[in-house]
């Protein structure tokens, strides 16, 4: 439980970090604050409130995935945003084009890193990874396909609602998933989220919902 506990917050403070460098950087907001931007724009709601509604409806995404939060999911919506206001307040505004560059792709890595720990805690993702894992289960498809899914189709939307789009928008649309799927087989086998332990899928039948962290072998396989 210390490993757990100690790779949940130590992903969800690197989520929040990497979100703040990638902000830093001024090069594109990543695809779903995209879409919260557009969002904004034709709804007289702030930033944060749209954000947090956002986090509601995808929940309740949850709810035919049989998805369940657990601690982490709590921790995520506490923990990141603490990072974030910490990583803007000590990162100073770079100038330099190759350096924002370069601080773009940091960001693009530390957020995949900070989601395989946070999501290999098992103690329950961020509503958004929750919303992956469960498709990933119920569709078989690969990590890296859903995540890609997810993200270019919230860009999109965003992108038609007047949202900003940058290069580090289209960097980390593409690269995140693919870069998730690199980093899964470092901690699995240590981290149960990413078990390689294999586990009996609940059947229609069974009557109960599946808990949230379920069939994380299937996960792993399809990675």
């Not at 695809?31 to 309740?60: C, E, N, Y």
């Not at 910490?86 to 792709?105: D, H, K, N, Q, Y």
């Amino acid at each position: 439980m210390i490993r757990r506990l100690t790779a949940l917050f130590a992903g969800l403070w690197l989520y929040g970090f990497s979100m703040a460098v990638m902000i830093r950087a001024a090069v594109g907001l990543d695809p779903w604050d995209v879409f919260h931007q557009g969002v904004t724009r034709h709804v007289p709601m702030s930033f944060g409130t749209v954000t947090a509604l956002t986090g509601v409806v995808v929940l309740l995404a949850w709810i035919p995935l049989r998805q369940w939060p657990g601690v982490g999911t709590v921790s995520n919506v506490v923990l990141v945003g603490v990072s974030v206001d910490v990583g803007l307040l000590i990162l100073p505004e770079w100038e330099s084009m190759p350096v924002r560059l370069g601080a773009m792709v940091v960001a693009v890595v530390l957020n995949a890193v900070a989601s395989v720990l946070y999501i290999g805690a098992g103690l329950g993702p961020g509503p958004r990874d929750g919303l992956m894992t469960g498709l990933v289960r119920r569709t078989g498809w690969s990590i890296r396909l859903v995540r890609t899914v997810l993200e270019v189709s919230v860009l999109t939307i965003g992108w038609l609602l007047g949202g900003s789009v940058g290069v580090g928008t289209l960097v980390y649309a593409v690269a995140i998933g693919p870069l998730i799927q690199l980093m899964v087989p470092l901690v699995a086998g240590r981290l149960p989220g990413f078990d390689t332990t294999p586990t009996r899928r609940p059947t229609d039948t069974d009557g109960a919902p599946e808990p949230m962290g379920g069939d994380n072998a299937e996960i792993r396989s399809r990675a």
